[in-house]
């Protein structure tokens, strides 16, 4: 191969990365919007009842959007719902391994795929909790837990990859 790895980690999927990767970067936007559209119309029926004396079928419309609201505030559970259904479906069939490898590039493989990407292809790096997530372009990321390396420590991995990004 010729390269010099710097990090390589082992992992198999399992669904609290998945869920972690949905609250904080899959969904974030949506439960963002759906926080503010409950404030705003939580402080609309305040005020409409309160100071502009409406009568109960306009307050309804304010309660239909504080509920419209919180359900898309609560998209991240329907996807976590969908997530952990598909991991009970594939639970005989057990999850491939996954290796990641940081030397010149990104290679990762899972059983049969292998997938090469340059550094500079990366468009955003998330630090959450137990993962990093390498988002490449708007459709594929990598998700590396922090407790999955092999070669390389943890603490030098996000100093590493934002290096190679620029």
């Known amino acids: 191969m010729g390269e010099t790895l710097k990090f ?40 409409s009842v309160v100071w502009a004396d409406y009568r109960l079928s306009d ?16 998209y991240y559970f329907l996807i976590s719902l969908v997530v952990e259904r598909q991991a009970k479906k594939q639970g005989r069939r057990q999850q491939p391994e996954y290796a990641i490898y940081f030397g010149n590039n990104i290679r990762m ?18 630090n959450l909790p137990t993962l990093y997530v390498l988002e490449i372009g708007k459709n594929q990321a990598f998700l590396v837990p922090k407790d999955s390396f092999v070669i390389g420590e943890s603490a030098d991995f996000e100093a590493f990859i934002k290096e190679k990004m620029k």
Do not use: W
């Open 8 to 47: 390589e980690s082992r992992y198999r999927l399992l669904p609290s990365m998945s869920r972690e990767y949905a609250k904080h970067v899959f969904c974030k936007s949506t439960r963002i919007l759906g926080g503010i559209i409950m404030l705003v119309s939580a402080a609309a029926l305040i005020i």
């Open 59 to 74: 307050t309804t419309i304010f309660i239909l959007c504080f509920t419209g609201g919180l359900l898309i505030n609560n």
């Open 109 to 126: 493989e899972d059983g049969k795929r292998n997938t090469t990407v340059d550094y500079q292809n990366i468009s955003k790096f998330y």
